[in-house]
């Protein structure tokens, strides 16, 4: 904490203008809209018809980078220069360019020639969610397992463990709690990024709200209601993350 | 089977694609420009003792970076123009890229603020000097240098993200190379460049940040 003193208040009508000025332009903007007809929730059934591909995408994506960021995590952080070289490309590559880029790349070009691999949408944006995530969160699990104390690697050197009883036992849980925070935060963007499998056909949440944009209008009420779904999906996890690095900080 | 790569039409769409990255680099330097500069405010006015101004700002942060950049964009690009506000979509990209990252640019500068030494505040109080003395001469100078490598992290992040402004048809690199898809029904090459292209930026400017990084862990 700084010290609170009496200079920081004399400053406090800057804010104070910034502060009104801003709900200012907020209620003109309100006042300016056209009042709506009816409650903007009698739109929220046709958006959230699209929650079920949302979910879907969220957990698939969200298994998948699991899956792939402890395999490259651990790959990386193996002695084998081999294993090491694939998943640092891994990694690099996927980190190199956005989810779109990679969605469209998934969904464009790879049921064409030379690859002729046919995905439905729902797969293109589950393998390029989770590829993606996967790649920071190899990221995580490599930084976690680096992060474990010598002295532990040591001891079970000396108590004459294989290298997989070793992960097994000793590195992973330790990881694992070093891990869960920055994987909470990874889950977020994760969810956030959903929302791009629309510009893919796939009728999430964002798409519904987008064609609801062009048959009913009402462009404000759809787009702000879409916002707060995505607010209180995500939101609950940003709590949870911060009550897990609570915990943390207790415990050590 | 054909030819894997033809590198004939690659030459060819080479130029329109290069036009298209310049599109994208002008929209990340600009909306950069926004977050610092926004940024700073966000943290500043967060740290301030009145209520009514740090609590309001705090529940803006959290509600821009709980939601996607995506249906901020579409929000801003539909909605102004129904109140009149008629701007083109590079301008609404450009501002929604540097709100969005202003947000979290504002948490880079809360843990720099956070990590000057208590000392210098009370040295500062101490010797009776103007706030703005304080922050522009005491402060700000400490704590923003080592804050370079995670503002260089999230100028890498735009530059990345900016590809979903083609979705208010805004002609960066990602869209200029799927109109090239459309048009010539071939995707491999332009979608597979522009990837390329994305990745040979970023590529070196991250390693860049990793030297920064080296750099203040070592100083510290």
Do not use: C
Not at chain 1, 242 to 247: A, H, K, N
């Amino acid at each position: 904490m700084q010290p609170q003193s009496t200079w920081v208040k004399s400053r406090n009508y800057v804010f104070w203008i910034i502060g009104v000025l801003m709900v200012g332009v907020a209620m003109g903007v309100s006042l300016l809209a056209n009042p709506p007809e009816t409650a903007p929730f009698d739109l929220l059934p046709a958006i959230l018809r699209g929650l079920g591909v949302t979910m879907q995408l969220t957990a698939g994506g969200a298994a998948l980078a699991l899956v792939v960021a402890l395999v490259a995590g651990i790959g990386r952080s193996v002695p084998n220069v081999i294993v090491r070289t694939i998943t640092g490309v891994y990694v690099e590559v996927f980190r190199g360019s956005s989810v779109l880029v990679q969605m469209f790349w998934i969904f464009f070009v790879l049921p064409l020639e030379p690859f002729n691999i046919e995905l439905s949408a729902l797969q293109a944006g589950i393998l390029a969610l989770g590829l993606n995530v996967g790649a920071y969160g190899a990221e995580v699990v490599r930084g976690a397992i680096q992060a474990i104390d010598k002295g532990q690697i040591e001891a079970s050197v000396a108590l004459n463990m294989s290298p997989a009883l070793m992960m097994r036992r000793v590195i992973i849980p330790q990881a694992t709690v070093r891990m869960l925070p920055p994987f909470g935060n990874l889950l977020i963007e994760l969810l956030k990024a959903t929302s791009l499998a629309s510009l893919i056909t796939l009728s999430d949440i964002t798409f519904q709200a987008s064609s609801l944009r062009q048959t009913v209008g009402r462009i404000p009420e759809v787009f702000g209601l879409l916002l707060v779904i995505y607010f209180l999906l995500a939101y609950p996890l940003t709590l949870g993350v911060r009550w897990i690095e609570r915990q943390r900080k207790w415990a050590s | 089977m054909s030819e894997l790569f033809d590198w004939e039409f690659v030459v060819e769409i080479l130029p329109r694609l290069l036009g298209g990255l310049l599109v994208t680099v002008e929209a990340t330097l600009a909306g950069f420009i926004i977050a610092v500069i926004l940024g700073l405010f966000l943290a500043l006015g967060r740290r301030s003792e009145n209520p009514w101004i740090s609590q309001p700002l705090g529940a803006i942060v959290e509600f821009i970076r709980s939601t996607p950049l995506l249906v901020q964009l579409f929000f801003f690009f539909f909605v102004l123009p129904r109140y009149g506000i008629r701007m083109p979509a590079f301008v609404v990209g450009t501002l929604a890229l540097g709100l969005h990252y202003g947000t979290y640019t504002s948490e880079v500068y809360r843990a720099g603020i956070d990590a000057v030494d208590r000392g210098q505040w009370e040295a500062a109080v101490a010797l009776n000097f103007s706030p703005w003395r304080v922050w522009t001469g005491i402060i700000l100078p400490q704590a923003i240098p080592p804050m370079f490598p995670a503002l260089g992290n999230y100028l890498i992040g735009m530059f990345k993200e900016s590809a979903q402004l083609l979705a208010i048809t805004v002609t960066e690199l990602m869209l200029t190379a799927r109109v090239i898809g459309t048009e010539t029904f071939r995707f491999l090459e332009p979608i597979t460049l522009a990837g390329v292209l994305y990745f040979l930026v970023s590529y070196p400017a991250a390693l860049i940040v990793q030297r920064l990084e080296a750099r203040y862990a070592r100083s510290r």
